[in-house]
């Protein structure tokens, strides 16, 4: 990448972030220069500045985690409308931590749960914890494997979905730093949310809601995976496409 592709506002923010590691507002063009030069090799901006907000939280974010997305902030604010009073929540895929942590944040009174299957991610969903003093309880496990979910009432999964096939044609942004472990859904982007749905339905969990980020392209396929369960909905994200799947049983 060039520097003229990288716009003002990024170079600004750049320039900060090498003031707050130099700890000086003069004399830090070393530390921009070597954070430019990041940039430049396609490092995302997030990952350079450390930390991103989240709904109303503050994340530390490194290549250990997926960079929480704005359509995840908008899966918060449905679920926020959607659920009354959940007490048991289980955030499957908890990467950042983000959707376990602002359960906990909406539901205090609930007991948050997040699990993944990388010990990096939950690593970093740690500190996170602590940075925003809140109680969420993080271990892994490969889905359902590991877990108790007998009194869960509310399991949120935002997990990867797209298609092998498509993952090299992801950005550099996203393909040389992110996570492999959070984008791969599979030969059709599907195979870890069905084996979701099916370890939910062997295990016979029932009195749950389940929501979902799902890939827009794949909704009538996804919507196909839920033939027992009841009220299932589809809601779309800010851009209008098919991005949520709530569904009861
Ligand atoms: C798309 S990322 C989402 C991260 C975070 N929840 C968010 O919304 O930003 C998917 C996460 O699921 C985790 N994951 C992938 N396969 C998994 C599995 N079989 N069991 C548990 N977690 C898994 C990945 O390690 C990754 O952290």
């Known amino acids: 990448m060039e520097i003229r592709n ?30 430019l030069t ?12 450390e930390y991103v907000p989240f709904y109303t939280i503050q994340l530390k974010v490194d290549q250990r985690c997926l960079i929480p997305r704005p359509e995840t902030e908008f899966l918060i604010e449905l679920i926020k409308e959607n659920s009354k009073n959940p ?27 997040g699990i993944d299957v990388s010990q990096d ?10 940075l925003n003093s809140l109680a969420v309880n993080f271990y892994q496990s490969d889905l359902l494997d590991n877990v108790d979910a ?29 996570p492999i472990q959070a984008l791969n859904g599979g ?6 949310i069905s084996k979701l749905i099916d370890q939910i339905e062997n ?27 009841e009220e299932v909905k589809l809601y779309k994200d800010l851009a ?3 991005r949520y799947v709530f569904a009861r049983r």
């Open 203 to 229: 295990k016979h969990l029932e009195n749950l809601m389940l929501c979902l980020e799902i890939d827009s392209t794949k909704s009538g396929q996804t919507l196909d995976l839920f033939s027992n369960w």
């Open 150 to 178: 007998q009194n869960i009432d509310l399991i949120v999964a935002n997990l990867p979905y797209i298609p092998e096939e498509k993952l090299a044609s992801l950005d550099k942004e996203v393909i040389d730093y992110e």
């Open 6 to 35: 990288i716009p003002e506002y990024e170079l600004a923010r750049l320039r900060e972030k090498a003031k707050e590691i130099k700890g000086a507002t003069t004399d830090y063009e070393k530390e921009y220069t070597q954070l």
């Open 38 to 49: 990041r940039r430049l090799n396609h490092e995302p901006l997030q990952y350079i500045e």
């Open 121 to 130: 991610a939950l690593s970093i969903a740690i500190e996170n914890a602590q």
């Open 87 to 113: 007490k048991n929540i289980l955030d499957i895929g908890t990467g950042s931590g983000c959707i376990a942590l602002m359960m906990k944040a909406l539901f205090p009174s609930a007991e948050v749960t």
């Open 187 to 192: 030969v059709d982007g599907l195979e870890v």
């Open 240 to 242: 209008e496409k098919d």
